[in-house]
């Protein structure tokens, strides 16, 4: 199994910056994929980008592309979330994710699909 902790998250202003990162300790990182999920107060948890194994293929929720990058080191065993432009409604718990299974079209937005998290980093962006 692998152990997930992010690390980054803070208090900013909107239209600011911010990197997420994700340490991955345990068995080997590149045989995971990686994700970011993000979750508001009274709201589900709502998917946000993943990346595969060896980063060739990268999804985002419509909400954050163009705004937001996932990145990967896997000589780190780190995943990292990049983002820019940040609005208030990207307030939230930042979780990271892994599984070792890359999801299809239909499951890999969704939380189910992933089978080790982290604790989550609170990220607040005020007005």
């Known amino acids: 199994q692998v152990q997930l902790v992010e690390s980054g998250g803070g208090l900013v202003q909107a239209g600011d910056s911010l990197r997420l990162s994700c340490a991955a300790s345990?068995?080997?990182?590149?045989?995971?994929?990686m994700a970011w999920f993000r979750q508001a107060p009274g709201k589900e948890r709502e998917f946000v980008a993943d990346?595969?194994?060896?980063?060739?293929?990268?999804y985002y929720s419509d909400s954050v592309k163009g705004r937001f990058t996932i990145s990967r080191d896997n000589a780190k065993n780190t995943v990292y979330l990049q983002m820019n432009s940040l609005k208030p409604e990207d307030t939230a718990v930042y979780y990271c994710?892994?599984?070792?299974?890359?999801?299809?079209?239909?499951?890999?937005?969704?939380?189910?699909?992933?089978?080790?998290w982290g604790q989550g980093t609170q990220v607040t962006v005020s007005s």
């Open positions: 994710a892994a599984d070792p299974k890359w999801g299809s079209p239909n499951t890999y937005y969704k939380s189910s699909t992933y089978e080790y």
């Open positions: 990346i595969n194994w060896g980063g060739g293929s990268i």
């Open positions: 345990g068995r080997t990182f590149s045989s995971y994929v």
